[in-house]
């Protein structure tokens, strides 16, 4: 029944992973609904195993029950932004706080979103992994060490093996991150507003490689409320080398423009038919994997380094790092609203929701769904939440530790899930 269910509405490849998340944890059931008869189809050959997992094809028999234990958005912020404002303005009717949480990316200019009531049920407007877990990691560097300068993160999804021409690959979603869009930061206490792809800098992961980054993923929340004290905040993105140059010169040769042009008998839009030449659908056999960095300084000019690199365990049964990177915070979000009983929007970056990166870690390193490497260096080394004390493996090097799954005992099909992931409540 959808009243006693977690409703993860979209079963592409982010929906899936939350659903695998979810279904782990005991007494749980989930519904997982999709309109794309072949998606769901995919769906359920993944998941079909899961007896506590549920699959649908329209959102009709649940939209009169809203009383389910979270409704779950696993679709971008433009597929949801109506069903979204329409159930939280009914459940505020019915005095139901059932936590709704969106996957993707909204739109700071939406009306819908100021709109909402404030003592409906809770709204979390970003709670993946960017915006929401990195976000998170901020509030939680922020709020365990005092006088800090500057905190600046890098994240993002890669292919283990760079991929021409752009050196990058689709895990999900249906385009690819090349929109030319403003990038926020603070630097020395002022508000920058850059190109996104115009300021490049490099970073070295140890274990993958020289990487580039461009500021890119502050939400304007974040830049005008979120941690004013600290004077340097930024988040950059990750790429392997030459996808922002590849990026400048397709806007440079107008291939990415909103003209139309006709082929055959259709009209499309230039940028669409260049994201289908260069989209690939999912990562090669190499498969994905995702890179969190967090970089502080303190006003004694000390630093600190976290670096954590996460790749999927499932990733040939079709779960790549990004969407299992991103359905884990997601699951932490809903636990942590609901027990802090939240109301209204909640912005990434909050306050309320910083301990879902603490959770997320808990879950990614008690999971049989990751592998984790982690290290951390000078301040954040003794932290409670970077540092090695969390360590499962304790590698010779100082402050380094690989966080490894228990595949021995895990059978082919999914079957495994019914006692729960460790770490799950």
Request: charged share 20%; glycine share 10%; aromatic share 4%.
């Amino acid at each position: 029944m959808c009243g006693r269910s977690h409703v993860v509405i979209g079963a592409g490849p982010v929906g899936r992973a939350v659903a695998l998340q979810l279904a782990g944890q005991p007494d749980t059931s989930v519904v997982l609904i999709d309109r794309s008869h072949s998606v769901l189809a995919t769906a359920q050959g993944l998941l079909g195993d899961l007896k506590n997992v549920r699959f649908d094809g329209s959102f009709g028999p649940c939209a009169h029950s809203i009383q389910a234990r979270s409704l779950i958005m696993a679709t971008s912020w433009n597929d949801c932004r109506n069903l979204v404002g329409k159930l939280a303005h009914r459940m505020h009717e019915a005095s139901l706080h059932t936590p709704i949480i969106c996957v993707g990316w909204p739109d700071p200019e939406d009306p819908d979103i100021a709109r909402m009531p404030p003592n409906g049920p809770p709204v979390v407007l970003g709670a993946g992994l960017e915006p929401g877990l990195v976000e998170s990691l901020i509030s939680l560097a922020a709020a365990e060490l005092d006088g800090l300068e500057s905190i600046v993160t890098h994240c993002g999804g890669i292919p283990k093996i760079p991929e021409p021409p752009l050196n990058y690959a689709l895990a999900f979603g249906r385009r690819l991150p090349i929109e030319q869009r403003p990038a926020l930061a603070r630097v020395n206490g002022r508000a920058v507003t850059r190109s996104r792809f115009e300021s490049v800098s490099s970073l070295f992961v140890e274990g993958v490689g020289l990487l580039e980054a461009y500021d890119d993923a502050m939400v304007p929340s974040t830049a005008a409320s979120t941690h004013l004290s600290i004077p340097t905040l930024r988040q950059l993105t990750v790429r392997w080398p030459g996808f922002a140059d590849g990026v400048r010169m397709l806007h440079r040769l107008g291939l990415l423009s909103d003209e139309e042009i006709e082929i055959g008998s259709t009209r499309l839009r230039v940028k669409h038919v260049t994201e289908a030449l260069l989209t690939r659908r999912s990562p090669k056999e190499h498969g994905d994997q995702v890179i969190l960095d967090v970089a502080i300084e303190d006003r004694h000019r000390k630093p600190g380094r976290w670096t954590c690199i996460l790749r999927s365990a499932l990733q040939e049964r079709g779960f790549s790092s990004m969407a299992i990177a991103t359905a884990v915070p997601v699951a932490a979000a809903v636990e942590c609203v609901t027990r802090k009983q939240l109301r209204g929007a909640i912005h990434p970056g909050e306050a309320t929701l910083a301990e879902v990166a603490s959770m997320a870690l808990g879950k990614m390193r008690g999971s049989r769904m990751a592998v984790l490497a982690e290290r951390a260096t000078g301040l954040l080394e003794t932290t409670m939440i970077f540092g090695a004390g969390h360590a499962k493996a304790e590698n010779t090097a100082r402050g380094q530790r690989t966080s490894k799954p228990c595949t021995a005992d895990v059978p082919e099909r999914m079957g495994f899930l019914g006692s729960g992931f460790a770490g799950s409540p």
